[in-house]
């Protein structure tokens, strides 16, 4: 596991007592159910997950970043303010 994704998990996992693994979390932050079912590891790195990094987690687990963005900004209409991913969609 690379040092970005332990950085990137470590934020995610922690507050929540979870364990998920790197590919967990980037299915997670792709999928656009992840917000109607409130999934508090992908509104987390959404929102707790400093922007270079989300950038450079995006990057390395393969996601399009258009995807992501979409996600960030459907997570900012429920959060009720804008999320740094959202700003690219």
Do not use: K, W
Not at 8 to 25: D, F, I, M, R, W
């Amino acid at each position: 596991m690379s040092i970005l994704a332990i950085m990137v998990l470590s934020t995610v996992n922690a507050p929540y007592g979870t364990s998920l693994s790197a590919e967990q979390l980037a299915a997670r932050i792709s999928d656009p159910e992840s917000v109607t079912h409130c999934d508090p590891a992908a509104f987390s790195f959404y929102s707790e997950v400093e922007e270079g990094l989300q950038n450079s987690f995006l990057q390395e687990m393969h996601i399009d970043p258009h995807i992501a963005a979409d996600v960030a900004q459907r997570f900012s209409a429920v959060a009720g303010y804008t999320l740094p991913l959202a700003r690219a969609a």
